[in-house]
């Protein structure tokens, strides 16, 4: 019912005219801080990081394919075999004709004579058999040229342009648990950002409370110091129509004048209070600092309080601290850590595989096209030595894990402390409200007798000017203790982690 009045009080705002002034509830008032609050935004959007980041962590476990390509231009080109081996495979007919002809010469001086008379007698000369053997040398030669340069060319890397590429699969098989405590500890964030904008939300919610009851208790002390300052005035007027007649004293009529100018000086300060009150509203809802604003319960004349304790458990209040969650937090988020150094002492095993294509290849030779390959394969690493130094960092976090868990309990410590001194500002300030309630009656009831003896003459205006000055103090403390009751409220609200809008 409360947040239908503060829409529809938001709706008649918006409905007036420019010039009108905007009505506003306290619900109102909250949503229109939570929708403008700067820090709210900032909270909104951490929390979209961090479930980003979550999600960047479940992609750990799936498996990452990357591609690599490259073009290399190089001025020399590399050769395998050198000049000489070159020369000879280019010769290698024409060395090898050369060297069966001196074979020839030398097997046909090695005959006996008679042997070398008989052959020349048939005319088998050394020079006819060169002519004879000459038209298969020359051809066995240039074959045999050939084929030694066929050998070179067989052996050209032409690797002055190379291209090459690759794609690789990694999946990841086990870390040490690495991948499992980082996962944790984007969890373990996320809900750290919601805890913060959950404290963010009742800060921002308290300020408004604050903010808002400020208002109201100023203009109620507003019309109070207005209503104060027209009883002095007819006092003074009184009282100087009594100075005429001759029936008081010119130093009642200065006293008089006194409280008279107090009670201006009050209204001013009172006024100049409300307005900077309001700006300061205005800002936390996010609206123009000079934007006229009414609120639901500047002219009621008694606020509507109920100073009842509500029902709660200590121990769980504490537990729905946002801070204490966050420190809870914060100490999870330490464990992991340490898990995450204790698994650079561990195994890691990972599964490979990819494709490589190059040009030119060495699948054929030296080929001057396009070739590649398929390759898998396990990546396996130990760790063996590192002069302890994994085993120093896992005992500094383990120390910074104790440290935040000390933290953690000296906060629970506080805010049990601060849950009980919000019961106990609960309680205190039921019972002023009590006792201003009581006081104001006996005020009221000693001005009006006051009153009527001095309109008697029986009393003196001082007298009547204390008695309004005990009236305004009664008053005064009745509309703080009213402002208080709903602010302890929102206080031990606060401190048991209920405050919502």
């Known amino acids: 019912m409360n947040r239908l009045l503060g829409v ?15 009505l506003l509830n306290l619900d109102s008032c909250r949503a229109l801080a939570l929708r403008n609050n700067k ?24 498996p990452r394919v990357s591609a690599m390509g490259a073009y290399v231009y190089s001025s020399r080109e590399v050769s395998i075999l050198n000049d000489d081996q070159k020369s000879t495979l280019g010769n290698l007919g024409t060395n090898t004709a050369t060297g069966i002809g001196n074979e020839v010469g030398n097997i046909y001086s090695s005959l006996p004579e008679n042997t070398q008379a008989i052959l020349g007698q048939l005319g088998f000369s050394p020079e006819s058999i060169m002519q004879l053997l000459s038209p298969k040398l020359g051809t066995m030669a240039t074959h045999l040229n050939g084929i030694g340069q066929d050998i070179i060319d067989a052996f050209r890397t032409d690797n002055r342009n190379v291209w090459a590429g690759s794609v690789m699969v990694t999946q990841p098989v086990f870390l040490g ?25 009742q800060s921002t919610l308290y300020d408004i409370d604050k903010a808002y009851w400020q208002v109201i208790s100023l203009k109620h002390k507003k019309r109070l110091a207005e209503a104060y300052l027209a009883l002095v005035k007819k006092l003074d007027d009184d009282v100087h129509k009594m ?39 205005c800002q936390l809802c996010g609206l123009s600092l000079e934007e006229p604003i009414v609120l639901a319960e500047e002219d009621v004349e008694d606020l509507a309080v109920d100073n009842a304790l509500p029902l709660f458990n200590t121990e769980e209040a504490v537990g729905n601290r946002p801070e204490i969650r966050m420190l809870q937090n914060t100490v999870d988020l330490s464990r992991q850590a340490t898990n995450i150094l204790k698994a650079a002492n561990l195994p890691q095993v990972a599964l490979v595989g990819g494709y490589t294509i190059s040009n030119p290849n060495l699948f054929n030779g030296f080929e001057r096209k396009f070739g590649g390959m398929w390759n898998v394969g396990v990546l396996v690493r130990v760790p063996i030595w590192n002069w302890g130094d994994v085993a120093y960092k896992i005992r500094a976090s383990k120390g910074a894990t104790a440290i935040a868990g000390l ?3 000296e906060a629970r410590e506080k805010i049990t402390l601060q849950i009980s001194q919000s019961k106990f500002r609960v309680i205190e300030a039921g019972k002023k409200l009590d006792m201003a309630r009581t006081n104001i009656k006996r005020a009221e009831e000693n001005l009006r007798t006051a009153n009527l003896g001095f309109s008697e003459g029986v009393i003196q205006p001082v007298t009547v000017m204390e008695a309004q000055t005990a009236w305004l103090q009664a008053m005064s403390q009745k509309i703080d203790a009213e402002i208080d009751v709903k602010l302890s409220q929102v206080t031990l609200q606060k401190a048991i982690g209920t405050l919502a809008p």
């Open 407 to 409: 933290e953690m309990n």
């Open 243 to 281: 100075i005429d007649e001759g029936v008081a004293t010119r130093s009642d009529g200065l006293s008089v004048d006194v409280k008279v100018n107090e009670a201006e000086m009050q209204v001013t300060q009172v006024n100049d209070g409300l307005v900077l009150s309001k700006m300061l509203l």
């Open 8 to 22: 529809l009080f938001m709706l008649t705002g918006v409905l007036l005219p420019a010039s009108a002034q905007r």
């Open 177 to 201: 648990g690495a991948i499992i405590a980082y996962n944790k500890m984007t969890d373990i964030g996320e809900d750290m950002m919601r805890n913060s904008a959950d404290a963010q939300l």
């Open 39 to 62: 820090q709210m935004q900032v909270s909104k959007v951490k929390q979209d990081i961090a479930s980003n980041v979550r999600r960047s962590a479940r992609t750990k476990y799936l």
